[in-house]
């Protein structure tokens, strides 16, 4: 394939170029010569079975400026990149600094030239670009080298040493071979060195001592056959260790005869500084791919530290709420007895206090309703107060008797036959010590359903042991809005049943459990005007396995997206130093169960409408 | 205050409760019977006189219209029906018509203006307050002797403020002290020293309350005169042994020994120009009031002098002088008005005679009055009772040969000492209403110092007047 | 004629609170209790039927239905109402709102629970002490539940002897 040559410019320099180039190269490429980069618009691209432009040979005008030119030259379509040569007459370049960084420029020609010499670069040019643009099988070859310094460069090591060994024994005579086994010094760090060995075969290792006491192998493949080299450019110790690696034959110069050898023959310097040049080349690659790895690695170790403190802290963190679980287990065990204890002296103070009150029937009563918490709404108590303020003639006393929750206008009579103070402060008295009844109920039934909780969180399995019967899962679920009822005050709470709902195996008092959390959880979720909706029916599923299938749904603000997956997990959290069950204990709880029970607890929610669906294998099933 | 809303008007609402409209009823209906039947021995001045009597009589009683209503009916009825206006003339007017409208400017209301002035200036400058802060501030470690500094101090103060004036004041002052007592007890009998020491205080000078006006103006009606330190002088022995006795009462019924008071009164005597200014007309004025005597200018000239000065020194302004209870001069002008119609239609003598009265021993007689008069004062407003009573009283005294002077004290007297139940004056009626003091208690501690202040004016004080030169 | 305080709290135990409080004026001034805003206005209707007046209201920041606020805002607004001493009586006190209500609803003042006994006491003696002036009507019936010096300086100026 011929390759595309485009001469740009003129006047004599260019006419001069065209001439050489197409004489010289005139077989292998197609010259085209254009006066002017304007020119190169209307050139319709290479002839036919032509390579793109290998190569522009430039030679601008007195006022063109170069990187103008060539980025119009690479602008052209058939010369994306090209080689260039730069022909000029100008002493100074001041316009080429945008086409060198973008390395466009192969070379500057200075007029005049050796005449030839720009025919040669050409093709060694064009050869280049066919070698980065390779077109079928044939790869040229570059023009050889003339110079011995190139020629040297270029030779392999070995021969390259045979062939300072050659100038060196025309210097000084047959040099002796020296066999050495492995794992002999032959240069020790920090001892002076004031020989050069020539390691005709074998291995070499070069190694440092390092900071932390031992010693560092830089590598092999960089040692040169030359040892003792650097140690002679400032007469220091040696700055390595050089130990055999295999079995090698060396040869061993004095400074003297080296002298000798260098002052007599001038090959014995020219390629001494080649091979010493080599050797230091490549150790100063091996020393910047040494750098770049080290950094690669240090910033990898810098990360891999971090993971390990990520990794350490969750881990501390892990145990902590492991302990802090433990201790909550602990402690709602311990609890256990002085909240039967609160519970029962509760009981019996409510026995024992109206037989006390005995005589009086009247406080017996009102104790009795303060213990039962329940309060008069306001309009009652308005109507209950008029009725009393009708009796007794006074408002305060009515607003009192009716706080105490006397409202029977009989028993208002009798109480205000005898001293009104002293019976109105029987009956607050009353009230009051039934309210705190009250509130001690309460309390310790809050305290005793959160130990409950946690003892359940602890010990989910616990249930286990119990024996799993045929349950009405219709009948745990009334038994749930029963307990519930006083939560449920606000919600209006619908119940579905198909009639062909399955009975299920398992422990009725937990699966009352797993209904109650559900359920408040939809109660605490919704407003005031919320609806509550369950229905329960029977699912086969693909395996044709029957399910008992319970769905809570609430029309409350829904869960969000990114709760949704933890919803079921129990799990307990500080903050401020605050143990707070907060994300669902309850519903951690329901799961447990569901999940003891062989079921299966899912969750679909959008603002407005949260549905939990509780899947219980059928009884028939376990069988 | 808060100015943002106005008052509300259908708050205004008429309000006739079964009382009121009884009372209107049986006023209209007593109104018509001695116009249409004839009333022996009285002629037809005097039956017209009679049928506006029944209907004051009737209205001061039911209060069924405000009695400064009634008091402007008075008049306008007097001279629709005595003057030589009358819409039936009169062979021989009762009085001119402008003689009847005179009441409302009569030199007793005059003296009361200036009074009530004098009395707003004090509010105006704090200087009752400051001079209860300085007066009871010494005191504050002895309950008894600060109660003793209270009454003191409001009784004097009541003699030249009105009951009302005087018992709010020492309310302000006190009620915050007596709200940090823990002794109900106590805060009960501090309580009543207030009404008790005004109302009693009310009875030292003419200008202390309305029926010491009435009374001064019906014997002035009569020819005769009271001058104010001659009216000071006959009452303030009455007033300390009244006062006295109430003390040992309060001390001994409810305030206990060892009490002290959490009293931090505020004491800042103003000391501007104009309250100087203030400090000196009143103090001129008092000083006139006293030395009448010596230099002979009346106490209601004294009285509007101090009403030119504070006027005429911008110390006290229109907003000031339209704020004066003008309610209250009306009700005096229009029981001076009753008083003077009665004696011009010769009413009172008819009244009179309708009793035997020579059959009565005078002492008795005295006693008797002075008893009624207390009834009614206890029941009806004071200044009512002083409208209704003091026209016949000295009438009476007139035909039996009495002095008016002394009946006229007495039966001024006697009507301040109405203090039984809340509704009695003023003063009580705030003390009960403040929630600290019981019916019971002003049923009471009135009783207890009416009975006594009856007794002594019945048999004691007309001989003590005598005695000290007040009549002659 | 009493003046009555209406107090408006759906939290019954907060309610009863606010009504044992407020037992010292209870003999002197009518006070009721109420749920909703719903139920105020029954008792308002009642107060009016009674020949009572109403003077007072502590409401509620927070209740189901139409808030304190409105309510509130509402009474004072009304010219049937706008005499009516407004105290919003406010939990969480959510400075925002609690603002807007005082400021632009006109309300006379605003109570944060827990309430100070002593402040309400004041509050409520010092507003209706106010609604008698503005009312033009006689303070001596009323002087157990008023200001004690400021009634005492109505009754001077207001009320003379008879």
Same mark, same amino acid.
């Given at each position: 394939m011929i390759s595309t040559v485009l001469v740009i410019g003129e006047g004599p320099l260019a006419r001069a170029a065209m001439r050489e180039i197409s004489d010289d190269i005139g077989e292998e490429a197609i010259v085209h010569a254009f006066k002017r980069t304007p020119d190169l618009a209307a050139w319709p691209g290479p002839a036919a079975g032509a390579t793109h432009v290998a190569l522009v040979v430039l030679v601008p005008g007195e006022e063109e400026v170069v990187d103008d030119l060539i980025e119009s030259v690479i602008a052209h379509p058939s010369s994306p990149d090209p080689r260039i040569l730069l022909v000029t007459d100008r002493p100074h370049l001041d316009d080429i600094s945008r086409a060198l960084d973008r390395r466009d420029v192969a070379g500057v020609v200075a007029t005049p030239w050796t005449p030839g010499s720009l025919a040669r670069y050409t093709r060694a040019e064009v050869a280049r670009w066919l070698r980065l643009h390779p077109v079928g099988e044939t790869v040229p070859e570059l023009p050889p080298v003339g110079s011995d310094l190139l020629r040297h460069l270029r030779l392999p090591v070995a021969e390259a040493t045979r062939e300072l060994l050659e100038a060196l024994e025309e210097a000084l005579g047959p040099r002796?071979?020296?066999?050495?086994?492995?794992?002999?010094?032959?240069?020790?760090?920090?001892?002076?060195?004031?020989?050069?060995?020539?390691?005709?075969?074998?291995?070499?290792?070069?190694?440092?001592?390092?900071?932390?006491?031992?010693?560092?192998?830089?590598?092999?493949?960089?040692?040169?056959?030359?040892?003792?080299?650097?140690?002679?450019?400032?007469?220091?110790?040696?700055?390595?260790?050089?130990?055999?690696?295999?079995?090698?034959?060396?040869?061993?110069?004095?400074?003297?005869?080296?002298?000798?050898?260098?002052?007599?023959?001038?090959?014995?310097?020219?390629?001494?500084?080649?091979?010493?040049?080599?050797?230091?080349?490549?150790?100063?690659?091996?020393?910047?791919?040494?750098?770049?790895?080290?950094?690669?690695?240090?910033?990898?170790?810098?990360?891999?530290?971090?993971?390990?403190?990520?990794?350490?802290?969750?881990?501390?963190?892990?145990?902590?709420?492991?302990?802090?679980?433990?201790?909550?287990?602990?402690?709602?065990?311990?609890?256990?007895?002085?909240?039967?204890?609160?519970?029962?002296?509760? /009981?019996?103070? &409510?026995?024992?206090?109206?037989?006390?009150?005995?005589? =009086? $029937? +009247?406080? #017996?009563?009102? *104790?009795?309703? !303060?213990?039962?918490?329940?309060?008069?709404?306001?309009?009652? /108590?308005?109507? &209950?107060?008029?009725?009393?303020?009708?009796?007794?003639? =006074? $408002? +305060?006393? #009515?607003?009192? *008797?009716?706080? !105490?929750?006397?409202?029977?206008?009989?028993?208002?009579?009798?109480?205000?036959?005898?001293?009104?103070?002293?019976?109105?402060?029987?009956?607050?008295?009353?009230?009051?010590?039934?309210?705190?009844?009250?509130?001690?109920?309460?309390?310790?039934?809050?305290?005793?359903?959160?130990?409950?909780?946690?003892?359940?969180?602890?010990?989910?399995?616990?249930?286990?042991?119990?024996?799993?019967?045929?349950?009405?899962?219709?009948?745990?679920?009334?038994?749930?809005?029963?307990?519930?009822?006083?939560?449920?005050?606000?919600?209006?709470?619908?119940?579905?049943?198909?009639?062909?709902?399955?009975?299920?195996?398992?422990?009725?008092?937990?699966?009352?459990?797993?209904w109650t959390n559900l359920v408040t959880n939809a109660v605490d979720a919704m407003s005031d005007a919320g609806e509550l909706r369950i229905t329960l029916d029977r699912v086969t599923d693909e395996r044709r396995v029957g399910w008992a299938r319970v769905r809570v749904e609430d029309n409350g603000p829904g869960v969000p997206a990114e709760l949704q997956e933890h919803v079921f997990e129990p799990r307990f959290t500080t903050k401020h130093g605050v143990v707070r069950f907060g994300l669902g204990l309850g519903l951690g709880i329901a799961h447990t169960i569901v999940h003891n029970h062989h079921g299966t607890i899912g969750l679909e929610s959008r603002p407005g409408r949260t549905v939990f669906e509780v899947r219980l294998p059928a009884a028939e099933e376990e069988r | 205050m808060i100015s943002r809303r106005p008052g509300r008007a259908s708050l205004e609402r008429l309000e006739l409760t079964r009382l009121n409209a009884i009372g209107l009823l049986v006023a209209f209906a007593l109104f018509w019977v001695p116009l249409l039947v004839d009333v022996p021995n009285l002629d037809t001045t005097g039956e017209r006189m009679l049928s506006i009597f029944l209907v004051a009589l009737v209205l001061f009683v039911t209060e069924a219209i405000p009695l400064f209503a009634t008091a402007a009916l008075i008049i306008l009825l007097q001279v629709l029906m005595l003057s030589e206006q009358a819409l039936v003339p009169l062979a021989e007017p009762a009085g001119t018509a402008r003689s009847f409208y005179a009441a409302l400017a009569d030199p007793v209301v005059i003296l009361f203006l200036g009074g009530f002035l004098i009395a707003d200036g004090a509010a105006k400058y704090r200087l009752d307050r400051n001079l209860a802060s300085l007066v009871l501030t010494p005191f504050k470690h002895n309950a008894r002797t600060a109660l003793l500094a209270l009454m003191l101090l409001t009784a004097v103060l009541g003699q030249f403020m009105s009951n009302t004036a005087t018992a709010a004041t020492m309310f302000a002052v006190m009620l915050p002290v007596l709200h940090s007592l823990p002794d109900l007890r106590a805060r009960a009998g501090f309580a009543l020293s207030i009404p008790l020491a005004s109302n009693i205080g009310g009875l030292g000078t003419p200008v202390a309350s309305p029926p010491n006006a009435i009374a001064v103006a019906a014997v002035a009606g009569r020819g005769e005169s009271i001058s104010f330190v001659s009216w000071m002088l006959a009452m303030w022995p009455l007033?300390?042994?009244?006062?006295?006795?109430?003390?040992?009462?309060?001390?001994?019924?409810?305030?206990?020994?060892?009490?002290?008071?959490?009293?931090?009164?505020?004491?800042?005597?103003?000391?501007?120009?104009?309250?100087?200014?203030?400090?000196?007309?009143?103090?001129?004025?008092?000083?006139?009031?006293?030395?009448?005597?010596?230099?002979?200018?009346?106490?209601?000239?004294?009285?509007?002098?101090?009403?030119?000065?504070?006027?005429?020194?911008?110390?006290?302004?229109?907003?000031?002088?339209?704020a004066l209870q003008w309610p209250v001069l009306w009700l005096v002008a229009g029981g001076i008005a009753l008083g003077g119609g009665v004696v011009a239609s010769g009413l009172d003598e008819w009244l009179v005679g309708l009793v035997d009265w020579a059959a009565v021993p005078g002492v008795l007689l005295l006693l008797a009055l002075a008893t009624i008069t207390w009834v009614l004062g206890n029941l009806l407003s004071n200044t009512a009772t002083a409208n209704l009573i003091i026209p016949i009283g000295l009438a009476l005294a007139v035909s039996i040969g009495q002095d008016i002077v002394v009946v006229g004290l007495l039966l001024a007297a006697a009507s301040s000492m109405g203090m039984m139940l809340p509704v009695s004056t003023p003063p009580n009626a705030i003390a009960y209403a403040t929630g600290t003091v019981k019916t019971s208690d002003l049923a009471i501690m009135g009783g207890l110092i009416g009975f006594i202040g009856v007794l002594l004016l019945g048999l004691v004080l007309p001989h003590l007047w005598v005695l000290l030169g007040v009549v002659g | 004629m009493k003046l009555t305080i209406l107090v408006l709290e759906d939290e019954p135990d907060v309610r009863a609170a606010l009504e044992r409080d407020l037992e010292p004026l209870a003999r002197t001034v009518r006070i009721e209790p109420a749920q909703d805003v719903d139920d105020a206005r029954e008792v308002m209707a009642q107060v009016e039927a009674d020949g009572d007046v109403l003077a007072l209201v502590l409401a509620d920041h927070r209740m189901p239905g139409t808030t304190g606020v409105d309510f509130l805002c509402e009474l004072v607004a009304d010219p049937e109402t706008e005499h009516v001493a407004t105290v919003l009586v406010t939990g969480q006190a959510d400075q925002q709102d609690t603002i807007k209500a005082v400021n632009l609803g006109g309300l006379d003042y605003y109570i944060a629970k827990p309430w100070d006994v002593a402040e309400l006491d004041a509050v409520v003696r010092r507003l209706l002490t106010d609604v008698v002036e503005r009312l033009g009507i006689s303070p001596v019936k009323h002087l157990a539940a008023l200001d004690p010096v400021r009634s005492m300086d109505l009754v001077r100026h207001g009320w003379g002897d008879r």
């Open positions: 002796p071979r020296i066999h050495l086994p492995e794992g002999v010094r032959i240069s020790r760090e920090d001892l002076d060195m004031d020989q050069l060995f020539i390691v005709v075969s074998g291995r070499v290792s070069l190694a440092v001592r390092s900071s932390t006491g031992g010693s560092l192998t830089l590598n092999h493949t960089s040692t040169g056959p030359i040892i003792g080299l650097l140690a002679l450019t400032d007469r220091r110790g040696s700055m390595v260790t050089a130990r055999t690696t295999t079995p090698c034959e060396i040869v061993q110069l004095t400074v003297e005869q080296l002298d000798k050898a260098l002052a007599s023959n001038p090959r014995v310097g020219a390629i001494l500084a080649t091979l010493a040049f080599r050797a230091l080349s490549a150790r100063l690659r091996r020393a910047q791919s040494d750098r770049v790895a080290k950094t690669e690695l240090n910033r990898k170790l810098q990360q891999t530290l971090n993971e390990l403190r990520q990794a350490r802290a969750d881990l501390v963190a892990q145990a902590r709420m492991a302990t802090l679980g433990e201790i909550a287990a602990g402690i709602a065990h311990e609890l256990n007895n002085p909240v039967a204890a609160l519970t029962r002296t509760a /009981e019996h103070l &409510a026995e024992d206090l109206p037989r006390l009150l005995g005589s =009086d $029937p +009247v406080a #017996a009563d009102v *104790l009795q309703q !303060a213990r039962s918490g329940r309060q008069l709404d306001a309009r009652d /108590e308005r109507a &209950a107060r008029r009725a009393v303020d009708a009796v007794v003639k =006074d $408002p +305060v006393l #009515a607003r009192r *008797l009716v706080a !105490a929750g006397v409202t029977d206008p009989l028993q208002v009579r009798r109480l205000v036959r005898g001293k009104k103070d002293d019976a109105l402060q029987h009956v607050e008295l009353a009230a009051g010590v039934g309210a705190a009844l009250h509130s001690l109920e309460i309390a310790a039934s809050h305290i005793a359903s959160l130990v409950e909780g946690l003892r359940r969180h602890a010990r989910p399995d616990s249930s286990e042991e119990t024996e799993h019967q045929p349950i009405d899962v219709l009948e745990t679920v009334r038994a749930a809005l029963l307990l519930l009822g006083h939560r449920l005050q606000d919600v209006r709470v619908g119940v579905d049943a198909a009639p062909d709902v399955p009975a299920v195996l398992g422990a009725s008092a937990d699966l009352v459990q797993v | 007033i300390i042994v009244l006062l006295a006795i109430g003390w040992l009462y309060l001390v001994v019924r409810y305030v206990p020994k060892g009490l002290a008071l959490d009293l931090n009164i505020e004491r800042d005597f103003d000391t501007r120009l104009s309250a100087r200014v203030y400090y000196l007309a009143s103090g001129l004025t008092i000083l006139l009031w006293f030395t009448e005597p010596f230099h002979g200018i009346p106490s209601a000239a004294s009285a509007f002098v101090a009403v030119v000065i504070l006027l005429g020194s911008k110390v006290m302004t229109g907003d000031d002088l339209r | -």
